[in-house]
């Protein structure tokens, strides 16, 4: 309670829509309120138990994770980090029926939601490239390392680092939400001037536009190549074909997971553009925060997904081993009638020589009295 009394910020630095009145003041019921809290306690929950159960069973098999694996437990860690860092300030805003945590508490929900939202989707753009090359360029998979996806991880925070750690410095800032209990970008700057219109222009475009169609363009080519390409890996041994089996299996996962992330945020994101470039005051504060409830649950797809996918994929392994084994019996069985049928043939054969080698012998008696038949036929 105690950063509830931080002293506001001056005048200038305040967004401009909040220059009047209690900017940390819930402007919904107590019931919708409690709600919220609720939902979000649930979803924090199952966000948590759910990812740390991922990054556990990861651990266990550190040593043998794929390139594309990796970047699986590096998501698994974004989400874990909304769902710890993030979710608790709303929850217990929600339930106080405002936003109890001031100024710098906004500021630094608004930067850790952003961070791990931004390192969330920056991962899933980087894994889409790489199941595209992995697909599209068969090369491509032959020098790929983990000392690679290493590099990629860097690479993913620095960036996330860079674009949310901007408002703090000066360029663009972050806000109370409309309802009050929550802090996000503020949006709203791009209406006040031309500096907050070109910070949040780069924002979409670096941190949304741009990943989502790399994204798009990605599994779009993938699946005009499994399409042409289906035919020809199924006349492949079986050692190739597991492999391709595998490779479609991180393919699908990943889908699932930029779809489930995207449903979440397109909602929110289409309410913040509008915000920043429409009439913000068309929006009623009510349905504000119903895009904002469901992009705060995309930290809780992500391992169900996995474990649905792995389930498939152990029954698929199963059924293939099934099927395996009984065209293994049956070519046993084959391989036995027609050594049986061999083996009669053999003996028909012989019993025939000897019959007629016995007829021979008996004709030879006939014909040579001095015994010469046992010498010439014995």
Same mark, same amino acid.
């Given at each position: 309670? @105690?950063?509830?009394?931080?002293?506001?910020? #001056?005048?200038?630095?305040? #967004?401009?829509?909040?220059?009047?009145?209690? &900017?940390?003041?819930?402007?919904?019921?107590?019931?919708?309120?409690?709600?919220?809290?609720?939902?979000?306690?649930?979803?924090?929950?199952?966000?948590?138990?759910?990812?740390?159960?991922?990054?556990?069973?990861?651990?266990?098999?550190?040593? /043998?994770?794929?390139?594309?694996?990796?970047?699986?437990?590096?998501?698994?860690?974004?989400?874990?980090?909304?769902?710890?860092?993030?979710?608790?300030?709303?929850?217990?805003?929600?339930?106080?029926?405002?936003?109890?945590?001031?100024?710098?508490?906004? $500021?630094?929900?608004?930067?850790?939601?952003?961070?791990?939202?931004? !390192?969330?989707?920056?991962?899933?753009?980087?894994?889409?490239?790489? $199941?595209?090359?992995?697909?599209?360029?068969?090369?491509?998979?032959?020098?790929?390392?983990?000392?690679?996806?290493?590099?990629?991880? @860097?690479?993913?925070?620095?960036?996330?680092?860079?674009?949310?750690?901007?408002?703090?410095? !000066?360029?663009?800032?972050?806000? &109370?939400?409309?309802? !009050?209990?929550?802090?996000?970008?503020?949006?709203?700057?791009?209406?006040?001037?031309? =500096?907050?219109?070109?910070?949040?222009?780069?924002?979409?475009?670096?941190?949304?536009?741009?990943?989502?169609?790399?994204?798009?363009?990605?599994?779009?080519?993938?699946?005009? /190549?499994?399409?042409?390409?289906?035919?020809?890996?199924?006349?492949?041994?079986?050692?190739?074909?597991?492999?391709?089996?595998?490779?479609? /299996?991180?393919?699908?996962?990943?889908?699932?997971?930029?779809? =489930?992330?995207?449903?979440?945020?397109? &909602?929110?994101?289409?309410?913040?553009?509008?915000?920043?470039?429409?009439? &913000?005051?068309?929006?009623?504060?009510?349905?504000?925060?119903?895009?904002?409830?469901?992009?705060?649950?995309? @930290?809780?797809?992500?391992?169900?997904?996995?474990?649905?996918?792995?389930?498939?994929?152990?029954?698929?392994?199963?059924?293939?081993?099934?099927?395996?084994?009984?065209?293994?019996?049956?070519?046993?069985?084959?391989? @036995?009638?027609?050594?049986?049928?061999?083996?009669?043939?053999?003996?028909?054969?012989?019993?025939?020589?000897?019959?007629?080698?016995?007829?021979?012998?008996?004709?030879?008696?006939?014909?040579?009295?001095?015994?010469?038949?046992?010498?010439?036929?014995?």
């Amino acid at each position: 309670m @105690a950063l509830n009394h931080t002293a506001p910020p #001056p005048d200038e630095r305040r #967004p401009h829509y909040l220059r009047e009145g209690d &900017p940390f003041a819930s402007k919904l019921s107590w019931e919708a309120d409690l709600v919220a809290g609720f939902y979000l306690t649930i979803i924090g929950i199952l966000s948590t138990f759910g990812n740390g159960y991922v990054l556990y069973m990861s651990s266990r098999r550190k040593k /043998k994770l794929r390139p594309a694996e990796i970047m699986t437990v590096n998501l698994a860690i974004c989400d874990l980090g909304i769902s710890v860092v993030g979710k608790p300030f709303t929850i217990i805003s929600c339930f106080c029926h405002r936003w109890v945590f001031g100024w710098i508490g906004c $500021r630094w929900y608004g930067w850790a939601g952003f961070f791990f939202g931004c !390192g969330s989707l920056i991962t899933m753009t980087a894994v889409s490239l790489d $199941r595209y090359l992995k697909i599209c360029y068969l090369s491509y998979g032959v020098w790929l390392k983990r000392k690679h996806a290493y590099i990629c991880l @860097a690479v993913i925070w620095a960036y996330a680092a860079f674009w949310t750690t901007m408002p703090l410095v !000066g360029l663009g800032d972050y806000a &109370p939400e409309p309802f !009050g209990t929550s802090c996000t970008l503020d949006w709203w700057l791009a209406q006040a001037s031309v =500096g907050g219109q070109v910070f949040i222009l780069n924002i979409l475009f670096f941190c949304l536009l741009l990943p989502t169609a790399v994204i798009v363009f990605s599994y779009v080519k993938i699946i005009a /190549k499994v399409k042409s390409s289906s035919k020809e890996v199924a006349h492949f041994d079986s050692r190739i074909h597991s492999s391709h089996v595998l490779e479609m /299996k991180l393919t699908k996962v990943a889908m699932l997971i930029c779809a =489930g992330f995207l449903v979440a945020w397109i &909602p929110y994101a289409v309410v913040s553009v509008w915000s920043a470039f429409g009439r &913000p005051d068309s929006i009623p504060i009510q349905l504000s925060v119903v895009p904002t409830l469901l992009a705060k649950s995309a @930290a809780m797809y992500n391992p169900i997904i996995y474990q649905v996918i792995d389930y498939k994929f152990a029954c698929c392994q199963t059924g293939g081993l099934k099927a395996t084994k009984k065209k293994s019996l049956e070519d046993f069985r084959l391989h @036995a009638v027609t050594t049986v049928r061999k083996s009669s043939a053999v003996l028909e054969i012989h019993q025939e020589s000897r019959y007629k080698f016995t007829s021979t012998c008996d004709l030879g008696r006939r014909s040579y009295s001095n015994g010469d038949c046992d010498k010439k036929y014995g």
